[in-house]
């Protein structure tokens, strides 16, 4: 590794850090090192140490960002200096005229990183720390309390994320994305008309942005303004026709109104997007069920468990859920049958699939919900215990 010049209070700074983490007193450790970056940024060992105390301490995202400087700190020191009019243009002068300011850059970016690497491992809550300590240093980034609102909303702190967007837009009051993530945090806590005027400003500000009419359809739909709320799904799978979401709402929508085979269509537009995308099959299947055809919706339900079967990692949540339509809609013909005892046997068997993939989907109410009914069932057909479903008792 190399080793770059450093002031003595840096390698003073850098020294007590080191012998913080061979007494393996690792936050000590990390407080001398990022002392020590915050005067000399670009020293290699410096990051590389730090990275050492970071994954001690179990905090792998900063530990792999800091890693991830190592390794551009050090291979740039190799490549060769280019000539002075190769270089990029900057909207700063020089280092040594702004070295404060640019470090206060390298640390802010620091922490986005260590957000995006969270966020890509569904750890909201740690995206939203390092967003936070971010803009601690940055609080004017208007992007970074936008992402933020985002990691709020995952988190369901609803109040927090609209405070969030609202920051976003006090400094760049014309930032559609925050617009547009103001009225799904508004549609979250059921502020419907709030939600509509958002999104209204994001698409005043971006015509042909399809979230926000995504949104807004979603709105409207949630308002039983079905009518309105087709024409905004209408809207958004015109800019963007593979979206499969709006065209998802649309067959909601569409089904709301009773307008079945608009329904199945827009169903089944989702499902050559996005097959493995289980709640089109389920709403296809719900559809053809309503008009009494249950054998054809027994089958799109099967149908849509061997799609999921075939795309990995396999999805326990989409699987039990369709088994467990299976087997409502087995059972519920045969209680309309003078011998219902086959529908019964088969729902049953549904149930006990649904079950196994619901345990595996960590669905804990769901899956005590279900097995209620599948202990009910148990009482109308018997049968051998071999022929019992092993059913884990986790729960």
Not at 113 to 131: G, P
Not at 352 to 370: F, P, S
Request: with cysteine; hydrophobic share 35%.
């Amino acid at each position: 590794m190399i080793q770059l010049e450093a002031t003595n209070s840096v390698q003073d700074i850098y020294c007590k850090g080191l012998s913080c983490l061979k007494d393996r007193n690792y936050l000590a450790a990390l407080g001398y090192f990022n002392q020590a970056l915050n005067l000399e940024p670009n020293n290699v060992n410096i990051w590389d140490k730090q990275s050492i105390t970071l994954r001690e301490l179990g905090r792998y995202y900063e530990a792999d960002v800091s890693k991830n400087q190592v390794h551009k700190l050090y291979y740039d020191q190799k490549l060769p200096s280019l000539p002075e009019e190769d270089l990029p243009l900057s909207n700063n002068s020089s280092y040594e005229e702004n070295s404060e300011f640019d470090c206060t850059i390298d640390q802010a970016n620091y922490w986005v990183e260590v957000a995006h690497r969270a966020y890509y491992n569904f750890d909201f809550a740690s995206e939203a720390d390092a967003y936070m300590r971010a803009l601690e240093i940055q609080p004017d980034n208007h992007k970074n309390w936008y992402s933020l609102g985002i990691a709020l909303r995952n988190l369901k702190s609803y109040d927090m994320a609209i405070n969030a967007y609202q920051n976003a837009l006090e400094i760049a009051p014309n930032f559609h994305l925050a617009w547009n993530g103001l009225g799904n945090a508004l549609r979250d806590i059921r502020e419907y008309s709030q939600a509509l005027a958002a999104y209204n400003k994001a698409i005043a500000l971006a015509p042909d942005f399809h979230y926000a009419w995504h949104g807004m359809g979603n709105t409207l739909r949630a308002r039983q303004e079905y009518v309105s709320a087709i024409e905004a799904y209408e809207k958004a799978i015109r800019i963007a026709p593979r979206y499969h979401l709006s065209w998802y709402g649309l067959g909601h929508a569409f089904r709301d109104l009773a307008c079945h085979r608009q329904a199945i269509f827009a169903y089944e537009t989702v499902i050559k997007i996005a097959p493995s995308f289980w709640r089109a099959w389920d709403g296809k299947g719900a559809v053809l069920a309503s008009l009494g055809d249950y054998h054809e919706a027994i089958d799109t339900w099967q149908l849509g468990i061997d799609t999921l079967e075939t795309h990995l990692p396999l999805n326990h949540e989409g699987c039990g859920e369709l088994y467990s339509r299976l087997g409502a809609t087995q059972y519920s013909q045969g209680k309309n049958q003078v011998y219902g005892l086959s529908y019964w046997l088969e729902a049953k068997d549904s149930y006990g699939k649904a079950l196994y993939h619901l345990e595996r989907a960590n669905l804990i109410d769901r899956y005590q919900e279900l097995l209620g009914e599948y202990n009910r069932l148990k009482q109308l057909c018997p049968s051998p215990k071999s022929a019992k479903p092993q059913l884990s008792r986790a729960f």
